[in-house]
């Protein structure tokens, strides 16, 4: 396979939310001792991270919505539905950025010519109220969501990496054009394999130095 030059910018760069553009998390603001529902919070994270972890990832492949998770937790922790779901929704809009420089890096890559676009895999709660909570479609071109797409960024099928492959094909792209930053790295090689070249992003400091870099 024809290796890309190295000075060569992609066409498309591809950047994860959870611990790469925000470490912003679900229901978090209710840990705060002040929140009204402050004892639930660890019931919460107990219940869906620890005791039903099984259930997050079927959550980001769209098989639950945000109001079937909160029902089925509701009758676990004893708090109303309406509540967990309320509050979800608010964590959701109120998300913020590793770093108030992103917005204007962004830009700046973007003004170049290049096209930048979230991949996450996440549950209906990113469309829902992330995005427009955070005013997102100002900052981005696009957004590649587990929840729609109904993959993973792990999913693979032989030599095809299933989250990505309908959008490369629909906008003339190959695996060279393309460039992802993350925090998990690909362990099966896959994504290596077909050229799809991955960047580890392991903090605001590291993200920023990889956007600066593209921007100028």
Request: glycine residues 4%.
């Amino acid at each position: 396979m024809k290796k890309p030059c190295k000075n060569k910018l992609p066409k498309v760069i591809f950047i994860d939310w959870n611990k790469t553009l925000s470490n912003s998390l679900f229901w978090s603001h209710m840990a705060e001792k002040s929140h009204p529902h402050y004892q639930y919070h660890n019931k919460i994270i107990q219940y869906l991270f620890i005791e039903n972890k099984a259930l997050v990832n079927p959550w980001m492949r769209g098989e639950y919505t945000s109001e079937d998770i909160s029902e089925k937790m509701s009758k676990a922790i004893n708090l109303d539905k309406e509540i967990i779901f309320q509050e979800l929704a608010l964590s959701c809009k109120n998300m913020s950025f590793t770093s108030p420089k992103i917005p204007g890096l962004i830009e700046s890559i973007r003004g170049r010519g290049l096209k930048v676009v979230i991949a996450t895999d996440n549950m209906d709660t990113f469309k829902r109220y992330t995005i427009p909570g955070m005013n997102l479609t100002k900052i981005f071109d696009d957004f590649l969501v587990s929840c729609d797409l109904r993959r993973l960024k792990g999913d693979f099928e032989g030599n095809k990496l299933l989250f990505f492959d309908n959008y490369l094909k629909n906008n003339n792209l190959s695996f060279l054009d393309v460039v992802l930053l993350d925090d998990c790295l690909d362990t099966t090689g896959t994504y290596d394999k077909v050229g799809f070249k991955i960047i580890e992003i392991n903090s605001p400091k590291r993200l920023i130095k990889v956007l600066s870099s593209y921007a100028s």
